[in-house]
């Protein structure tokens, strides 16, 4: 390939040193196909360094905010460079789970009940209310979650009602909204979709098994932590219903490129959608490499093949 792919990461969010291990082997991945890549970070030049550059092509794998909420996108849309990855618009919908999750329920998935609040409406109307009004509605047990965050930061199971004020408040710490969903019990997947010449292709599902029964922060980058299963230990039936579900969630939502799609499997086979990423993790522990290589594909490939899609668009 003639012009330099810039493999974008690091910024400024909570995920940082998450985003820079996936920079790192992406820009890896890409150079032992043989390919030219910059790695570069967010930085007051970043734009005269991209106007430096012969063509380049940018490849983004900055995770949480800017990286994620379609902001950046925006930016190389004005430069007029291609990048790998979805449109602003599918970027600012998916990240805000609080407006993802019902617009993929629309399309016919489960999801699970929920509701989402924001910081202001939990302080004014009080605390003791909101909660008796959640455990009526929703029952235990709970997920909090911050509305727009990744990597689990924020999140936890709330077992007791009591314990639900403090959930709430550490999701307000990572943004002004909180979603609280009904928990589903079961198994875990997380599916990688990649836009080919032929459509969407969804690759076999992977299944997490945290060791500490909680797949949070420190099981998801902590190597050891988490057992992954590709493809996952699931009746082909159940596969297929995850790949379709994966499916589904990447073209409603107007993914493009490459996205992973998290979802849980109950009792009876019914893949639940949890949320949907546009930056997934790229580390030694993330699902979307892993379940590429349990394909029988080349990551660096793959990647590669989506950098020359990103230059076709600008033809």
Do not use: W
Not at 96 to 117: F, I, M, S
Not at 132 to 157: E, H, M, N, T, Y
Not at 176 to 190: D, K, L, P, T, Y
Not at 273 to 291: C, D, H, K, R, Y
């Amino acid at each position: 390939m003639s012009h330099p792919i810039v493999v974008l990461a690091g910024g400024l969010s909570h995920e940082r040193e998450v985003s820079l291990l996936s920079g790192r082997r992406v820009a890896d991945a890409l150079r032992a196909c043989g390919h030219e890549v910059v790695e570069a970070d967010i930085h007051a030049g970043l734009i005269r360094q991209l106007a430096e550059l012969d063509q380049p092509v940018i490849l983004p794998v900055l995770h949480g905010g800017a990286g994620e909420d379609g902001a950046l996108r925006e930016v190389f849309e004005l430069l007029g460079l291609p990048y790998v990855g979805s449109p602003a618009a599918a970027c600012r919908l998916t990240f805000d789970k609080a407006l993802a999750t019902p617009v993929v329920a629309r399309a016919g998935v489960a999801t699970p009940d929920r509701v989402a609040l924001p910081h202001d409406m939990f302080r004014e109307l009080g605390a003791t209310a909101i909660v008796d009004l959640i455990g009526r509605r929703l029952g235990l047990p709970l997920f909090v979650k911050p509305s727009a965050s990744g990597s689990s930061l924020g999140c936890q199971r709330v077992d007791d009602l009591k314990d639900l004020p403090a959930a709430m408040v550490g999701a307000y710490s990572y943004g002004r909204v909180a979603v609280v969903e009904r928990f589903v019990s079961g198994v875990e997947v997380a599916v990688a979709v990649v836009d080919t010449e032929a459509g969407p292709k969804a690759y076999p599902p992977v299944e997490i098994r945290p060791e500490s029964g909680v797949y949070d922060y420190e099981s998801r980058y902590t190597a050891g932590a988490t057992s992954f299963l590709a493809p996952a230990d699931l009746p082909p039936e159940i596969i297929q219903r995850c790949v379709e579900t994966a499916l589904t969630a990447h073209q409603t939502l107007s993914l493009r490129d490459i996205s992973r799609i998290d979802l849980i499997v109950d009792a009876a086979g019914v893949p639940y959608f949890l949320e949907g990423n546009v930056a997934p993790g790229m580390t030694e522990t993330s699902t979307v490499p892993l379940a590429i290589e349990a394909a029988g594909e080349s990551f660096g490939q793959v990647l590669a093949d989506l950098v020359r899609r990103a230059q076709a668009r600008l033809g």
